[in-house]
């Protein structure tokens, strides 16, 4: 279904997204709630205990927030999706969850907004989980440890 108000991103209003979603109060909190699981965890268990292993598991998380975003970021573009939050009107009549599913796994495209499956969202996460993995992970860690940090928003 379409939007009648719908018009598509600029590159600049993509770009001022794509910052905003990895750059943000949000993203460092949502850094410090992943390093926080994985420290209490302890994963990797190879990682050091205390400030220096949580610090670790910031930055690591950081690293995939950065990644996935900007997979996001180019896999979007080059398919023409929109990947933009925008707040149903007050009031909404739709709801929130429905949003949220929506919000993960579609994306808007064409000139109405209409949504459909997004590459983007679903290439951005595996592909942060890939790079850590491959980039920083200690050793031994597999493609289940992939697709745990594939499933994490």
Same mark, same amino acid.
């Given at each position: 279904m379409g939007h009648?108000?719908?018009?598509?991103?600029?590159?600049a209003e993509r770009l001022k997204t794509y910052f905003k979603q990895t750059y943000s109060i949000s993203s460092l909190l949502e850094a410090g709630v992943h =390093?926080?699981?994985?420290q209490a965890r302890?994963?990797?268990s190879e990682w050091p205990e205390g400030a220096?292993?949580?610090a670790e598991r910031f930055g690591s998380a950081m690293g995939q927030i950065a990644v996935r975003n900007s997979t996001e970021y180019v896999v979007g573009d080059i398919?023409?999706?929109d990947l933009r939050f925008i707040p149903c009107a007050s009031p909404c009549s739709e709801s929130k969850v429905k949003r949220a599913l929506e919000n993960t796994f579609t994306?808007?495209? =064409?000139?109405?907004g209409?949504?459909?499956?997004?590459?983007?969202?679903?290439?951005?996460?595996?592909a942060g989980g890939a790079v850590a993995k491959n980039a920083w992970y200690p050793a031994g860690y597999g493609t289940s440890e992939v697709v745990r940090q594939a499933g994490l928003p």
């Open positions: 009648r108000s719908y018009s598509p991103p600029t590159q =390093g926080g699981i994985d302890d994963k990797p220096q292993g949580y398919f023409r999706e994306a808007r495209r =064409g000139e109405d209409h949504r459909s499956f997004s590459v983007a969202r679903l290439a951005g996460p595996i």
